[in-house]
DNA sequence: TAGTGGTCTAGACCACCGG
DNA sequence: CGGTGGTCTAGACCACTAT
Protein backbone atom coordinates (compact mmCIF):
# COMPACT_ATOMS: atom_id res chain seq x y z
CA UNK A 1 0.00 0.00 0.00
CA UNK A 2 2.49 2.20 0.84
CA UNK A 3 4.69 1.60 -2.53
CA UNK A 4 1.22 2.40 -4.70
CA UNK A 5 1.04 5.71 -2.43
CA UNK A 6 4.24 6.24 -3.32
CA UNK A 7 3.85 5.76 -7.04
CA UNK A 8 0.75 7.91 -7.09
CA UNK A 9 2.75 10.69 -5.82
CA UNK A 10 5.66 10.55 -8.07
CA UNK A 11 3.05 9.40 -11.50
CA UNK A 12 0.99 12.64 -10.03
CA UNK A 13 3.95 14.58 -11.49
CA UNK A 14 3.41 17.01 -8.76
CA UNK A 15 5.86 20.24 -9.85
CA UNK A 16 8.28 21.33 -7.69
CA UNK A 17 6.08 23.75 -4.72
CA UNK A 18 3.09 22.42 -5.72
CA UNK A 19 1.11 21.47 -3.03
CA UNK A 20 -0.51 17.64 -2.09
CA UNK A 21 -4.04 17.07 -0.48
CA UNK A 22 -4.41 16.83 2.91
CA UNK A 23 -3.19 13.08 4.37
CA UNK A 24 -7.02 12.57 4.65
CA UNK A 25 -7.77 13.22 1.34
CA UNK A 26 -5.18 11.06 -0.27
CA UNK A 27 -6.65 8.58 2.38
CA UNK A 28 -9.98 8.47 1.21
CA UNK A 29 -8.82 8.67 -2.48
CA UNK A 30 -6.81 5.32 -2.23
CA UNK A 31 -9.63 3.83 0.27
CA UNK A 32 -6.43 3.56 3.25
CA UNK A 33 -6.27 4.46 6.31
CA UNK A 34 -4.99 7.75 7.59
CA UNK A 35 -2.16 6.60 9.46
CA UNK A 36 -0.94 4.52 6.38
CA UNK A 37 -0.85 8.03 4.46
CA UNK A 38 1.25 9.85 7.24
CA UNK A 39 3.47 6.47 7.36
CA UNK A 40 4.20 7.06 3.63
CA UNK A 41 4.41 10.58 3.56
CA UNK A 42 7.11 10.71 6.20
CA UNK A 43 9.33 8.31 3.86
CA UNK A 44 9.25 10.72 1.10
CA UNK A 45 9.94 13.67 3.78
CA UNK A 46 12.53 11.54 5.36
CA UNK A 47 14.11 11.25 1.37
CA UNK A 48 13.98 14.62 1.11
CA UNK A 49 11.70 14.58 -1.66
CA UNK A 50 8.91 16.79 0.05
CA UNK A 51 8.05 19.10 3.15
CA UNK A 52 5.68 18.92 5.99
CA UNK A 53 4.39 21.08 8.23
CA UNK A 54 1.50 21.27 10.73
CA UNK A 55 -1.46 23.25 9.65
CA UNK A 56 0.65 24.70 5.95
CA UNK A 57 0.56 21.22 4.54
CA UNK A 58 2.31 18.80 2.41
CA UNK A 59 4.54 20.68 -0.23
CA UNK A 60 7.41 19.64 -3.06
CA UNK A 61 10.32 20.66 -2.09
CA UNK A 62 11.40 23.08 -4.62
CA UNK A 63 14.88 21.65 -4.44
CA UNK A 64 14.65 18.22 -4.24
CA UNK A 65 17.92 17.43 -2.23
CA UNK A 66 19.50 13.93 -2.80
CA UNK A 67 19.80 12.63 0.64
CA UNK A 68 22.64 9.70 1.09
CA UNK A 69 22.99 7.97 4.49
CA UNK A 70 26.76 7.13 5.47
CA UNK A 71 27.81 4.57 7.58
CA UNK A 72 31.02 5.14 9.62
CA UNK A 73 32.26 2.05 11.45
CA UNK A 74 34.32 1.37 14.46
CA UNK A 75 37.78 1.61 12.36
CA UNK A 76 39.07 -2.10 13.74
CA UNK A 77 35.86 -3.33 12.23
CA UNK A 78 36.20 -1.67 9.41
CA UNK A 79 39.56 -3.16 8.58
CA UNK A 80 38.84 -6.41 9.98
CA UNK A 81 35.55 -6.64 7.11
CA UNK A 82 37.94 -5.41 4.41
CA UNK A 83 39.65 -8.35 5.58
CA UNK A 84 42.70 -6.64 6.55
CA UNK A 85 44.46 -7.68 9.89
CA UNK A 86 43.76 -4.69 12.40
CA UNK A 87 46.55 -3.00 14.48
CA UNK A 88 46.79 0.27 16.88
CA UNK A 89 49.56 2.45 18.09
CA UNK A 90 49.83 5.20 20.08
CA UNK A 91 51.35 8.15 19.31
CA UNK A 92 50.91 10.59 21.87
CA UNK A 93 48.78 11.23 25.11
CA UNK A 94 48.94 14.57 26.82
CA UNK A 95 46.33 16.99 28.38
CA UNK A 96 46.23 20.81 27.23
CA UNK A 97 44.54 24.10 26.96
CA UNK A 98 42.75 22.98 23.40
CA UNK A 99 43.58 25.38 20.57
CA UNK A 100 40.61 28.00 19.26
CA UNK A 101 39.49 25.93 16.37
CA UNK A 102 38.48 22.68 18.50
CA UNK A 103 36.91 25.14 21.17
CA UNK A 104 35.10 26.74 18.56
CA UNK A 105 33.87 23.47 17.24
CA UNK A 106 33.11 21.85 20.64
CA UNK A 107 31.37 25.15 22.02
CA UNK A 108 34.10 25.17 24.64
CA UNK A 109 35.28 28.40 27.00
CA UNK A 110 39.14 29.44 26.84
CA UNK A 111 40.05 27.90 29.76
CA UNK A 112 38.73 24.17 28.97
CA UNK A 113 41.49 21.68 29.37
CA UNK A 114 41.03 18.89 27.20
CA UNK A 115 43.10 15.35 26.70
CA UNK A 116 44.89 14.97 23.52
CA UNK A 117 45.22 11.98 21.72
CA UNK A 118 47.01 10.84 18.64
CA UNK A 119 47.17 7.57 17.58
CA UNK A 120 47.92 5.40 14.27
CA UNK A 121 45.65 2.63 13.11
CA UNK A 122 46.98 0.08 10.73
CA UNK A 123 45.91 -2.51 8.48
CA UNK A 124 47.95 -5.39 7.73
CA UNK A 125 50.84 -3.24 9.34
CA UNK A 126 50.26 -0.51 6.72
CA UNK A 127 49.02 2.92 7.65
CA UNK A 128 45.64 2.71 7.21
CA UNK A 129 44.29 6.01 9.21
CA UNK A 130 45.64 8.51 11.48
CA UNK A 131 43.10 10.36 14.35
CA UNK A 132 44.01 13.37 15.93
CA UNK A 133 41.54 13.35 19.14
CA UNK A 134 40.73 16.17 21.86
CA UNK A 135 38.52 14.30 24.65
CA UNK A 136 36.81 16.62 26.75
CA UNK A 137 36.93 15.01 30.89
CA UNK A 138 34.21 16.70 31.80
CA UNK A 139 31.73 14.54 30.59
CA UNK A 140 34.05 11.64 30.43
CA UNK A 141 36.27 11.58 33.28
CA UNK A 142 36.98 8.04 33.70
CA UNK A 143 38.97 8.07 30.19
CA UNK A 144 41.69 10.06 32.01
CA UNK A 145 42.25 6.48 33.56
CA UNK A 146 41.97 4.35 30.52
CA UNK A 147 45.20 2.88 29.11
CA UNK A 148 44.96 3.93 25.68
CA UNK A 149 48.23 1.74 24.73
CA UNK A 150 45.68 -0.85 25.22
CA UNK A 151 42.23 0.50 23.28
CA UNK A 152 41.89 3.04 21.26
CA UNK A 153 40.08 6.00 22.66
CA UNK A 154 38.26 5.69 19.54
CA UNK A 155 36.99 2.17 20.76
CA UNK A 156 36.33 3.26 24.20
CA UNK A 157 34.13 5.59 23.80
CA UNK A 158 32.13 4.31 21.21
CA UNK A 159 31.35 1.16 24.04
CA UNK A 160 31.27 3.75 27.41
CA UNK A 161 29.87 7.09 25.70
CA UNK A 162 27.50 6.45 23.45
CA UNK A 163 26.80 9.63 21.68
CA UNK A 164 23.16 11.06 20.89
CA UNK A 165 24.20 13.17 17.65
CA UNK A 166 27.19 13.99 16.27
CA UNK A 167 28.24 16.29 13.19
CA UNK A 168 30.79 15.60 10.65
CA UNK A 169 33.07 17.41 8.28
CA UNK A 170 34.74 16.08 4.88
CA UNK A 171 37.52 17.49 3.70
CA UNK A 172 40.51 16.91 1.12
CA UNK A 173 43.86 18.36 1.99
CA UNK A 174 47.31 17.72 1.44
CA UNK A 175 49.27 15.80 3.90
CA UNK A 176 52.00 17.96 6.18
CA UNK A 177 55.43 16.49 6.76
CA UNK A 178 54.59 14.94 10.11
CA UNK A 179 51.18 13.51 9.04
CA UNK A 180 52.83 12.50 5.95
CA UNK A 181 55.34 10.73 8.11
CA UNK A 182 53.02 8.87 9.96
CA UNK A 183 51.12 7.71 7.50
CA UNK A 184 54.23 6.74 5.32
CA UNK A 185 53.39 8.87 1.89
CA UNK A 186 55.37 11.70 0.70
CA UNK A 187 54.76 15.07 1.77
CA UNK A 188 52.12 16.99 0.22
CA UNK A 189 49.83 14.14 -1.08
CA UNK A 190 46.30 13.94 -1.42
CA UNK A 191 44.67 12.55 1.86
CA UNK A 192 41.04 12.80 2.94
CA UNK A 193 40.06 14.17 6.45
CA UNK A 194 36.94 13.54 7.90
CA UNK A 195 36.14 15.75 11.38
CA UNK A 196 33.58 14.27 13.60
CA UNK A 197 32.60 15.93 16.84
CA UNK A 198 30.33 13.95 19.13
CA UNK A 199 28.03 15.56 21.70
CA UNK A 200 25.93 14.08 24.53
CA UNK A 201 22.07 15.95 24.41
CA UNK A 202 24.48 19.30 24.89
CA UNK A 203 27.77 18.33 26.13
CA UNK A 204 30.60 18.18 23.65
CA UNK A 205 32.32 14.84 24.40
CA UNK A 206 34.77 14.83 21.65
CA UNK A 207 36.01 15.82 18.27
CA UNK A 208 38.39 13.95 15.86
CA UNK A 209 40.16 14.36 12.89
CA UNK A 210 40.32 11.17 11.25
CA UNK A 211 43.52 11.35 8.25
CA UNK A 212 42.91 8.56 5.80
CA UNK A 213 45.82 6.74 4.09
CA UNK A 214 45.75 7.38 0.21
CA UNK A 215 43.13 5.53 -1.77
CA UNK A 216 40.81 5.54 0.90
CA UNK A 217 36.67 5.69 -0.09
CA UNK A 218 34.38 6.88 1.63
CA UNK A 219 30.86 5.28 0.40
CA UNK A 220 27.48 6.11 0.83
CA UNK A 221 24.11 5.32 -0.63
CA UNK A 222 20.11 6.37 -0.75
CA UNK B 1 6.40 7.51 24.78
CA UNK B 2 8.51 6.31 22.06
CA UNK B 3 11.11 9.20 23.52
CA UNK B 4 10.15 6.91 27.01
CA UNK B 5 11.05 4.12 25.46
CA UNK B 6 14.35 4.85 23.89
CA UNK B 7 15.15 6.33 27.47
CA UNK B 8 14.46 2.34 28.94
CA UNK B 9 16.48 0.77 25.71
CA UNK B 10 19.26 2.63 26.58
CA UNK B 11 19.37 3.08 30.02
CA UNK B 12 18.63 -0.45 29.84
CA UNK B 13 22.52 -0.83 29.43
CA UNK B 14 21.95 -3.52 26.72
CA UNK B 15 25.62 -4.99 25.97
CA UNK B 16 26.54 -4.96 22.32
CA UNK B 17 25.05 -8.06 20.98
CA UNK B 18 22.38 -8.29 23.55
CA UNK B 19 19.19 -9.98 22.30
CA UNK B 20 16.35 -7.46 23.33
CA UNK B 21 12.70 -9.19 24.40
CA UNK B 22 9.85 -8.78 21.96
CA UNK B 23 8.30 -5.83 20.55
CA UNK B 24 5.13 -7.45 22.52
CA UNK B 25 6.34 -8.08 25.86
CA UNK B 26 8.32 -4.43 26.03
CA UNK B 27 4.63 -3.45 25.47
CA UNK B 28 3.16 -5.05 28.19
CA UNK B 29 5.66 -4.02 30.40
CA UNK B 30 5.85 -0.14 28.91
CA UNK B 31 1.84 -0.75 29.16
CA UNK B 32 1.29 1.00 25.41
CA UNK B 33 0.71 -0.54 22.03
CA UNK B 34 2.84 -2.94 20.15
CA UNK B 35 2.55 -0.37 17.20
CA UNK B 36 3.99 2.25 19.16
CA UNK B 37 7.36 0.17 20.11
CA UNK B 38 7.31 -1.05 16.82
CA UNK B 39 7.57 2.61 15.69
CA UNK B 40 10.31 3.13 18.61
CA UNK B 41 12.56 0.20 17.46
CA UNK B 42 12.02 0.84 13.83
CA UNK B 43 13.76 4.45 15.03
CA UNK B 44 16.75 3.08 16.71
CA UNK B 45 17.34 0.12 14.17
CA UNK B 46 17.58 3.30 11.58
CA UNK B 47 19.78 5.36 13.19
CA UNK B 48 22.13 1.86 13.59
CA UNK B 49 22.07 1.15 16.99
CA UNK B 50 20.00 -2.32 17.07
CA UNK B 51 19.48 -4.68 14.46
CA UNK B 52 15.87 -6.61 13.82
CA UNK B 53 15.21 -10.07 12.15
CA UNK B 54 12.04 -12.04 11.64
CA UNK B 55 11.56 -14.79 13.74
CA UNK B 56 15.44 -13.80 15.18
CA UNK B 57 14.70 -10.82 17.34
CA UNK B 58 16.03 -7.86 17.93
CA UNK B 59 19.66 -7.92 19.07
CA UNK B 60 21.88 -4.56 19.86
CA UNK B 61 24.34 -4.05 17.19
CA UNK B 62 27.50 -5.48 18.22
CA UNK B 63 29.33 -3.02 16.08
CA UNK B 64 27.27 0.21 16.58
CA UNK B 65 27.85 2.17 13.18
CA UNK B 66 27.47 6.12 13.25
CA UNK B 67 25.20 6.57 10.76
CA UNK B 68 24.91 10.27 9.50
CA UNK B 69 23.04 11.79 6.61
CA UNK B 70 24.54 13.59 3.63
CA UNK B 71 22.60 16.27 1.83
CA UNK B 72 23.63 16.84 -1.33
CA UNK B 73 21.86 19.88 -3.03
CA UNK B 74 21.41 21.11 -6.83
CA UNK B 75 25.27 23.11 -7.16
CA UNK B 76 23.31 26.16 -8.26
CA UNK B 77 21.10 25.84 -5.01
CA UNK B 78 24.21 25.21 -2.98
CA UNK B 79 26.09 28.65 -4.23
CA UNK B 80 22.80 30.47 -3.97
CA UNK B 81 22.62 29.54 -0.44
CA UNK B 82 25.59 30.35 0.49
CA UNK B 83 25.54 33.91 -0.84
CA UNK B 84 27.20 33.18 -4.40
CA UNK B 85 25.76 34.15 -7.78
CA UNK B 86 26.02 31.14 -10.21
CA UNK B 87 27.59 30.78 -13.43
CA UNK B 88 27.84 27.63 -15.55
CA UNK B 89 29.88 27.12 -18.12
CA UNK B 90 30.02 23.76 -20.96
CA UNK B 91 32.75 22.61 -21.78
CA UNK B 92 32.24 19.72 -24.04
CA UNK B 93 29.52 16.98 -25.01
CA UNK B 94 29.89 14.06 -27.16
CA UNK B 95 28.59 10.88 -27.62
CA UNK B 96 30.63 7.74 -27.47
CA UNK B 97 31.53 4.64 -26.18
CA UNK B 98 31.92 4.47 -22.77
CA UNK B 99 35.45 3.88 -21.15
CA UNK B 100 35.56 0.34 -19.19
CA UNK B 101 35.35 2.08 -15.45
CA UNK B 102 32.40 4.03 -16.18
CA UNK B 103 30.42 0.98 -17.85
CA UNK B 104 31.25 -0.96 -14.74
CA UNK B 105 29.70 1.59 -12.29
CA UNK B 106 26.67 1.67 -14.24
CA UNK B 107 26.42 -2.02 -15.38
CA UNK B 108 26.00 -1.51 -18.94
CA UNK B 109 27.19 -3.85 -21.87
CA UNK B 110 30.19 -2.95 -24.11
CA UNK B 111 28.44 -1.71 -27.02
CA UNK B 112 26.99 1.14 -24.77
CA UNK B 113 27.10 4.53 -26.38
CA UNK B 114 26.42 7.34 -24.12
CA UNK B 115 26.19 11.02 -23.74
CA UNK B 116 29.44 12.58 -22.15
CA UNK B 117 29.37 16.50 -20.73
CA UNK B 118 31.97 18.29 -19.21
CA UNK B 119 31.07 21.66 -17.60
CA UNK B 120 32.15 24.23 -15.28
CA UNK B 121 30.00 25.74 -12.01
CA UNK B 122 31.10 28.87 -11.13
CA UNK B 123 30.41 30.47 -7.81
CA UNK B 124 30.82 34.67 -8.30
CA UNK B 125 33.17 33.64 -11.48
CA UNK B 126 35.65 31.68 -9.60
CA UNK B 127 35.70 27.68 -10.26
CA UNK B 128 33.50 25.66 -8.03
CA UNK B 129 32.94 22.49 -9.24
CA UNK B 130 34.04 20.80 -12.76
CA UNK B 131 32.14 18.01 -13.68
CA UNK B 132 32.17 14.86 -15.98
CA UNK B 133 29.45 13.59 -16.54
CA UNK B 134 27.93 10.29 -18.73
CA UNK B 135 24.55 9.79 -19.18
CA UNK B 136 22.62 7.01 -20.85
CA UNK B 137 20.47 8.26 -23.57
CA UNK B 138 18.68 4.59 -23.21
CA UNK B 139 17.19 6.00 -20.40
CA UNK B 140 16.61 9.75 -20.81
CA UNK B 141 17.15 10.03 -24.64
CA UNK B 142 15.50 13.73 -24.31
CA UNK B 143 18.52 14.92 -22.90
CA UNK B 144 19.85 14.48 -26.42
CA UNK B 145 17.54 17.59 -27.42
CA UNK B 146 18.36 19.34 -24.85
CA UNK B 147 20.62 22.78 -25.08
CA UNK B 148 23.10 22.36 -22.35
CA UNK B 149 24.89 25.67 -23.31
CA UNK B 150 21.22 26.76 -21.23
CA UNK B 151 20.62 24.35 -18.65
CA UNK B 152 23.11 22.25 -16.92
CA UNK B 153 22.64 18.24 -17.24
CA UNK B 154 22.68 18.59 -13.61
CA UNK B 155 19.71 20.50 -13.53
CA UNK B 156 17.69 18.97 -16.09
CA UNK B 157 18.08 15.33 -14.77
CA UNK B 158 16.86 16.55 -11.54
CA UNK B 159 13.78 18.27 -12.67
CA UNK B 160 13.25 15.60 -15.24
CA UNK B 161 14.27 12.17 -13.96
CA UNK B 162 13.75 11.54 -10.73
CA UNK B 163 16.20 8.56 -9.54
CA UNK B 164 14.84 5.71 -7.68
CA UNK B 165 18.17 5.28 -5.78
CA UNK B 166 22.01 6.34 -6.07
CA UNK B 167 25.21 5.77 -4.90
CA UNK B 168 28.04 7.78 -3.62
CA UNK B 169 32.33 7.42 -3.64
CA UNK B 170 34.07 10.49 -1.77
CA UNK B 171 37.74 10.78 -2.36
CA UNK B 172 40.72 12.77 -1.99
CA UNK B 173 42.85 13.41 -5.13
CA UNK B 174 45.53 15.15 -6.62
CA UNK B 175 44.42 17.52 -9.58
CA UNK B 176 45.49 16.52 -12.72
CA UNK B 177 46.73 19.26 -15.31
CA UNK B 178 43.66 19.27 -17.32
CA UNK B 179 41.62 19.47 -13.85
CA UNK B 180 43.85 21.86 -12.74
CA UNK B 181 43.55 24.16 -15.40
CA UNK B 182 39.55 24.33 -15.47
CA UNK B 183 39.48 25.03 -11.84
CA UNK B 184 42.43 27.92 -12.00
CA UNK B 185 44.42 25.73 -8.93
CA UNK B 186 47.87 24.33 -9.65
CA UNK B 187 48.25 20.80 -10.80
CA UNK B 188 48.76 18.84 -8.27
CA UNK B 189 46.12 20.59 -5.79
CA UNK B 190 44.18 17.82 -3.11
CA UNK B 191 40.79 18.14 -4.48
CA UNK B 192 37.34 16.50 -3.25
CA UNK B 193 35.78 14.34 -6.06
CA UNK B 194 32.25 12.68 -5.73
CA UNK B 195 31.53 10.00 -7.36
CA UNK B 196 27.52 9.45 -7.91
CA UNK B 197 25.67 6.90 -9.83
CA UNK B 198 22.12 6.85 -10.73
CA UNK B 199 19.58 4.83 -11.15
CA UNK B 200 15.58 4.66 -12.23
CA UNK B 201 14.28 1.04 -10.88
CA UNK B 202 17.70 -1.28 -12.25
CA UNK B 203 18.51 1.02 -15.14
CA UNK B 204 21.39 3.80 -14.93
CA UNK B 205 21.07 6.49 -15.98
CA UNK B 206 24.18 9.04 -14.93
CA UNK B 207 27.23 8.60 -13.49
CA UNK B 208 28.86 11.98 -12.51
CA UNK B 209 32.32 13.21 -11.55
CA UNK B 210 31.90 16.18 -9.32
CA UNK B 211 35.18 17.60 -9.01
CA UNK B 212 35.24 20.05 -6.37
CA UNK B 213 37.80 23.21 -5.86
CA UNK B 214 40.33 23.89 -3.15
CA UNK B 215 38.45 24.48 0.26
CA UNK B 216 35.14 22.57 -0.42
CA UNK B 217 33.71 20.95 2.57
CA UNK B 218 31.33 18.37 2.75
CA UNK B 219 29.05 18.69 5.77
CA UNK B 220 26.58 15.61 7.18
CA UNK B 221 24.96 15.41 10.77
CA UNK B 222 23.05 12.48 12.64
C1' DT C 1 6.25 -24.56 10.84
C1' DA C 2 6.06 -21.51 14.53
C1' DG C 3 7.66 -17.19 16.24
C1' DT C 4 9.06 -12.79 15.27
C1' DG C 5 8.92 -8.21 13.19
C1' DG C 6 6.29 -5.44 9.36
C1' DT C 7 2.15 -3.40 7.76
C1' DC C 8 -2.45 -2.05 7.84
C1' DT C 9 -7.10 -0.32 9.86
C1' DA C 10 -10.37 2.69 12.30
C1' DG C 11 -10.52 5.67 15.53
C1' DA C 12 -8.93 9.18 18.98
C1' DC C 13 -6.43 12.95 20.82
C1' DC C 14 -2.57 16.12 20.71
C1' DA C 15 0.85 19.83 19.06
C1' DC C 16 2.06 23.10 16.19
C1' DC C 17 1.49 27.10 13.52
C1' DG C 18 -0.85 29.99 9.66
C1' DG C 19 -4.47 33.09 8.85
C1' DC D 1 -8.63 29.75 16.55
C1' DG D 2 -8.98 26.08 13.37
C1' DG D 3 -6.71 23.09 10.23
C1' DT D 4 -3.00 20.27 9.49
C1' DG D 5 0.37 16.75 10.46
C1' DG D 6 2.19 13.73 14.55
C1' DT D 7 1.37 10.17 17.77
C1' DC D 8 -1.00 6.67 20.07
C1' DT D 9 -4.29 2.51 20.74
C1' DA D 10 -6.25 -2.12 20.04
C1' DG D 11 -6.63 -5.28 17.01
C1' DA D 12 -5.81 -8.01 12.73
C1' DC D 13 -3.26 -10.19 9.20
C1' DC D 14 0.99 -10.88 6.58
C1' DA D 15 6.07 -12.02 5.44
C1' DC D 16 10.11 -13.63 6.54
C1' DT D 17 13.27 -16.86 8.53
C1' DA D 18 15.49 -19.43 12.49
C1' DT D 19 14.98 -23.71 14.33
Redesign the interface.
Known amino acids: MRDRIHAQI?AGRYE?GDKLPRDADIAEDLNCARATVQRAMQDLSDS?LIERRRKGGTHVRR????????????TR?EIEEAGGTYGYRLISRTQRAAPRAIRQRMGLSEAARLLRVEALHLSDGRPFLLEDRWVNPEVAPEILEVDLDVISANEWL??NK??T??????????ADARTAGHLGIGD??????VE?TTWIDDSPITSVRAM?A?G???????
Open positions: LPGDPVARATLDIPLRVLPYRFGLEITAEAGTAILVRMPYRLLAET
